[in-house]
């Protein structure tokens, strides 16, 4: 069992940054690939990236691709999403999730944070 935390959300103007956390619970944390989601208003829940259990691949959506980076301490079961040059269509409820595998396919990760608000003003 893995439980997920993300922190980090807020209001941020375009163009500037944010970096989000998930701190997870469980002594499994470094078996497991994570992913970053997110979903907006009225909208289906996207991927947005995602790394591996060890820290050497990263999968980005095309959106955003270049701006965004995801990297994991283990040693901490923290995950993190670091949002640069954002964009107002960048503004959803940031998810992340814990599963066996790299995956672009939200049904492939079996553990859910909560989510965090992220809001870009242009």
């Known amino acids: 069992q893995v439980q997920l935390v993300e922190s980090g959300g807020g209001l941020v103007q375009a163009g500037g940054s944010l970096r989000l956390s998930c701190a997870a619970s469980?002594?499994?944390?470094?078996?497991?690939?994570m992913g970053w989601f997110r979903q907006a208003p009225g909208k289906e829940r996207d991927f947005v990236g995602a790394?591996?259990?060890?820290?050497?691949?990263?999968y980005y959506a095309d959106s955003v691709k270049g701006r965004f980076t995801i990297s994991r301490v283990n040693a901490k079961n923290t995950v993190y999403l670091q949002m640069n040059s954002l964009k107002p269509e960048d503004t959803a409820v940031y998810y992340c999730a814990a599963g066996r595998g790299v995956s672009s396919d939200d049904v492939s990760y079996n553990y859910w944070g909560q989510g965090t608000q992220v809001t870009v003003s242009s």
């Open positions: 469980g002594r499994t944390f470094n078996s497991y690939a």
């Open positions: 790394i591996s259990w060890s820290g050497d691949s990263t």
